[in-house]
């Protein structure tokens, strides 16, 4: 994965012209993906940038747009770009109830599926919920607490190992890097191949998709 990700990062460098406008990231691509710090620009975006038609600068008193023509007068400028997206869930869950009962709570009779990381875990999120019906019905059984604590603790060293070790990014380390092995795991507990590709060298060299677990055949 390092590899891979020091040849994206390179070729990336060469084909698009960040360093030129000054825009090239402080962390790594590997630290991108690993945490999810990516966005998706525009179509045409730096020829606009070389045409001239994309600027705005700051001035002693506020912000400069539209053909530095435009004078607004500010102290804050808010890019509604949505970073740091975690940090608005973070209030949503004070209720006394919900820490106590629900956060709370030992029982294993309670599944969350869903959370928004990025569109590329979308197809996760749909793993989980057939890997969830699979569970309902009666497909598998789950492990013990114990190895359940176990595979808690991996998870919180993978994000930790992943995120650098910084804490501004450990909360926004994701599965994106391993969805294809997570999918895996999925599948093996519902009874299903992992291997969705027909024959050995389209499972190595092929990509996986979504249409890759179309007609997954579910244990009864």
Known sequence: MWVFSKFTESFLKKMIPMKKYDMVPEHSFFHALSTNQFCLLPNNFYNKVEE?????EFYENGLLIEDKTTLIETDLVIYATGFRGDQKLRNIFISPWFQN???GTKDMIMAVIGYSESISNLH??????????????????????????KNIMEWDKYYKKY????KECYRRSCIAPVNIWFNDQL?????????RKKGFFADLFHPYGPTDYIELELRN
């Open 187 to 195: 599948c093996k507990d519902m009874g299903c191949n992992p291997r």
């Open 52 to 56: 001239g038609s994309i600027t705005f």
């Open 124 to 149: 996760t999120s749909e793993m989980r919920a057939r890997w969830l019906a699979c569970f309902l019905n009666d497909g598998f059984l789950l492990p013990s607490r114990r190895n359940m604590e």
């Open 163 to 166: 995120s650098c070790n910084s």
């Open 101 to 103: 009962i629900v956060a």
